[in-house]
T-cell receptor, first 114, second 110 residues
Framework: DTAVSQTPKYLVTQMGNDKSIKCEQN?????MYWYKQDSKKFLKIMFS???????INETVPNRFSPKSPDKAHLNLHINSLELGDSAVYFC?????????????FGPGTRLTVT | LAKTTQPISMDSYEGQEVNITCSHN???????ITWYQQFPSQGPRFIIQ???TKVTNEVASLFIPADRKSSTLSLPRVSLSDTAVYYC???????????FGKGTTLSVSS
């Protein structure tokens, strides 16, 4: 059973389009994240949701909007795609508490904007 | 910005023990040291975590001295499949985002 799944795995689209990436976790975690890994392999947090509530919103363009319909899902919608949005996007989840619990990452979605 | 510093790359041969050192001079009192592994085209995967002294699991060992300003990930008898990027992170309480540095690219040859 896949703990954290993402769809699609690959996404090729043109500049100006709007696209969504879906993420689901079946671990019963209450915190979910979106990370972006650019061409230089640098992983950076974009958003964090806890119990469907936005906790972290790093410096990300307004064109990116996360949506959490329930604790098991965190989708990422991107408007007006730009060339610089090309990257691999990872969803992750973890428990929440005083201990630094491990984060479980999905397989990633490789977005290519042409 | 990443709060840890580690070598950019390391080379090893199959069967050798690999030690990757990480510096975290400003680690907060309640923070842990966590290591993740990432293979090409995959998401990072948790390896090991510790607060102080030594932690060992089926994959690796983690040594953290008393001052906690550095730590060493030890991979015993590496194989070709251990070729990956290894990230050392200074991790706060659960629910907070992980701050990744550039990691250490380990290349294992036969």
């Amino acid at each position: 059973d896949t703990a954290v799944s993402q769809t699609p795995k690959y996404l090729v689209t043109q500049m100006g389009n709007d696209k969504s990436i879906k993420c689901e976790q079946n671990l019963g975690h209450d915190t979910m994240y979106w990370y972006k890994q650019d061409s230089k392999k640098f992983l950076k947090i974009m958003f964090s949701y806890n119990n469907k509530e936005l906790i972290i919103n790093e410096t990300v363009p307004n064109r990116f909007s996360p949506k959490s319909p329930d604790k098991a899902h965190l989708n990422l919608h991107i408007n007006s795609l730009e060339l610089g949005d090309s990257a691999v996007y990872f969803c992750a989840s973890s428990r929440t508490g005083t201990e630094p619990y491990e984060q479980y990452f999905g397989p990633g979605t490789r977005l290519t904007v042409t | 910005l990443a709060k840890t510093t580690q070598p950019i790359s390391m080379d090893s041969y199959e069967g050798q023990e690999v030690n990757i050192t990480c510096s975290h001079n400003n680690i907060a009192t309640n923070d842990y040291i966590t290591w993740y592994q990432q293979f090409p085209s995959q998401g990072p995967r948790f390896i090991i975590q510790g607060y102080k002294t030594k932690v060992t699991n089926e994959v690796a060992s983690l040594f953290i001295p008393a001052d906690r300003k550095s730590s060493t990930l030890s991979l015993p008898r590496v194989s070709l499949s251990d070729t990956a990027v290894y990230y050392c992170l200074d991790q706060g309480q659960a629910g907070t985002a992980l701050i990744f540095g550039k990691g250490t690219t380990l290349s294992v040859s036969s």
